[in-house]
């Protein structure tokens, strides 16, 4: 999207928001000429703090492509906040109802009329002790398969260290750093003409997790660990924990 149709919504948002984060956030951007200048695509994100869509937006916009997020559903219905994402064109995500399948054939619509969609592929706030990406969720995949349009990794890290995941204060000083580094496009094209069974989408997001992730390596000079870390193991792990230790103190109080 040239930078001539960002749009009212787009451009007061940056009004607001740019000169706060200018002030916080010291700015390392690399990797711009890897998004397209035309045509629509995907962004695909890391995710590490709760004010790090407001700095990749700010990147995301200084490229002249502004980026359609997917949000929660809530956040189109709280007034200036509402009009805002409404006006931006934000698409919002109905989880668990019957309009869940909106935001994926919204993102479509968006690809398909030349725009740029960003997903945070993971989902939420990375639950990785150390803030490396998580597993992904399939959509990112699914849109990317079904428009065959590029998909961009893109890592970041700084907007962590300012507000680390799940903190409620920020940590001003020293001020901190925003990095990016935009990767070249994924090569989804061994998936292409196959049909979109669960496997194959979960494969075509491990390709996507593994190009952010090395991004991210890059910025940070060092390994992620080989194995990313996944909330839902930890989940079924933790049950399984949690059954044994009730079991033993049943099988204890039975021994009394």
């Given amino acids: 999207m040239p930078r001539r149709r960002i749009g009212f919504w787009y451009r007061f948002a940056a009004v607001l928001c740019k000169p706060p984060l200018v002030v916080l956030l010291k700015r390392d951007w690399r990797g ?64 668990e109802s019957t309009d869940a399948l909106s935001a994926f054939r919204a993102a479509i619509d968006a690809v398909e009329r030349g725009e740029c969609v960003a997903f945070y592929p993971e989902g939420t706030l990375t639950r990785d002790p150390n803030g490396w990406p998580m597993t992904g969720k399939t959509g990112a995949a699914r849109v990317a398969l079904q428009t065959r349009c590029p998909v961009i990794p893109v890592a970041q890290w700084g907007a962590n260290e300012l507000l680390p ?42 390709v996507i997790m593994a190009a952010i992730t090395r991004q991210l390596e890059e910025i940070r000079g060092e390994k992620a660990p080989e194995k990313p870390y996944d909330p839902r193991e930890v989940r079924i792990e933790q049950r399984r924990r949690a059954a044994a230790q009730q079991t033993a103190r049943e099988k204890e109080g039975q021994g009394q």
């Fill in 32 to 95: 711009m000429e890897n998004i397209p200048a035309e045509g629509g695509f995907i962004t695909v994100v890391n995710h590490n703090s709760h004010v790090d869509p407001f700095a990749y937006a700010h990147f995301q916009y200084n490229t002249g492509r502004v980026p359609r997020f997917l949000a929660k559903s809530g956040l189109f219905k709280k007034g200036f906040v509402g009009a805002a994402m409404r006006g931006t064109g934000q698409i919002p995500v109905y989880r």
């Fill in 165 to 206: 995941p799940y903190a409620k204060k920020p940590d001003l000083f020293p001020r901190k750093t925003h990095h990016v580094l935009v990767g070249p496009p994924v090569d989804l094209t061994r998936f292409y003409g196959k049909e979109m069974s669960p496997d194959l989408l979960k494969e075509a997001t491990e």
